[in-house]
């Protein structure tokens, strides 16, 4: 079993930025995948960014494109979300999650984060 935990998340004003963390432990051999999905509220969960933990390839939403960045330390099992240039539509509660394979779907991520909110007022 897996454990994620989110941190980082809070209220900042459009224009900020947040870094989110999220700390793997538990049987952190058998995911390949991380990423991190989120959702606001009346909205299904959507895909954000992932980072393949072998190799380092990432990929992301075209709507974070060139403001969020997703890295990783895998001394530390621990994954990144850096998210600047914030916007108000950036809101949502947002979610680690750890797969077995290179995916933008949320059913292919098997463990999950509780979720940290993030706010971005206007």
């Known amino acids: 079993q897996v454990q994620l935990v989110e941190s980082g998340g809070g209220l900042v004003q459009a224009g900020g930025s947040l870094r989110l963390s999220c700390a793997a432990s538990g049987r952190t051999f058998s995911f390949v995948v991380m990423g991190w999905f989120r959702q606001a509220p009346g909205k299904e969960r959507e895909f954000v960014a992932a980072i393949d933990l072998r190799i380092g390839t990432t990929y992301s939403a075209d709507s974070v494109k060139g403001r969020f960045t997703i890295s990783r330390n895998n001394a530390k099992n621990t994954m990144y979300l850096q998210m600047n240039s914030l916007k108000p539509e950036d809101t949502a509660v947002y979610y680690c999650?750890?797969?077995?394979?290179?995916?933008?779907?949320?059913?292919?991520?098997?463990?999950w984060g509780q979720g940290t909110q993030v706010t971005v007022s206007s």
């Open positions: 999650a750890a797969g077995t394979r290179g995916s933008r779907a949320s059913a292919d991520f098997g463990s």
